[in-house]
Nanobody
Framework: QLQLVESGGGLVQPGGSLRLSCAASRFTLDYYAIGWFRQAPGKEREGVSCISSNGGRTYYADSVKGRFTISRDNAKNTVYLQMNSLKPEDTAVYYC????????????????????WGQGTQVTVSS
């Protein structure tokens, strides 16, 4: 099974930036769409962004559009989430997740569409 490990979380002031990484092992990411999700205390896990296996299609939740950018480097088996102009409401545990698919442009923000999950990394936006 695909193994995913997130890193790059931390404490940042409002307006600041962080870059999260999602590193994969055991399998190449070539045939995986990768999504980023987040879960704040007392709230449901929500989809933030997704990138297709070929990197040609991306999908963002309205709450992060224009501030977050997802990208992938299949040679490094890693997906990134660049987060700019961070707000306190972005505070959450961020998870990456993978879905194996032969549809190179497949994207989704539905957590039930993804079968492989990392352990999460905490992002706290506070002054």
């Amino acid at each position: 099974q695909l193994q995913l490990v997130e890193s790059g979380g931390g404490l940042v002031q409002p307006g600041g930036s962080l870059r999260l990484s999602c590193a994969a092992s055991r399998f190449t990411l070539d045939y995986y769409a990768i999504g980023w999700f987040r879960q704040a205390p007392g709230k449901e896990r929500e989809g933030v962004s997704c990138i297709s296996s070929n990197g040609g299609r991306t999908y963002y939740a309205d709450s992060v559009k224009g501030r977050f950018t997802i990208s992938r480097d299949n040679a490094k088996n890693t997906v990134y989430l660049q987060m700019n102009s961070l707000k306190p409401e972005d505070t959450a545990v961020y998870y990456c997740a993978g879905r194996r698919t032969y549809r190179s442009t497949y994207t989704s923000l539905e957590r039930t569409d993804f079968g492989s999950w990392g352990q999460g990394t905490q992002v706290t936006v506070s002054s």
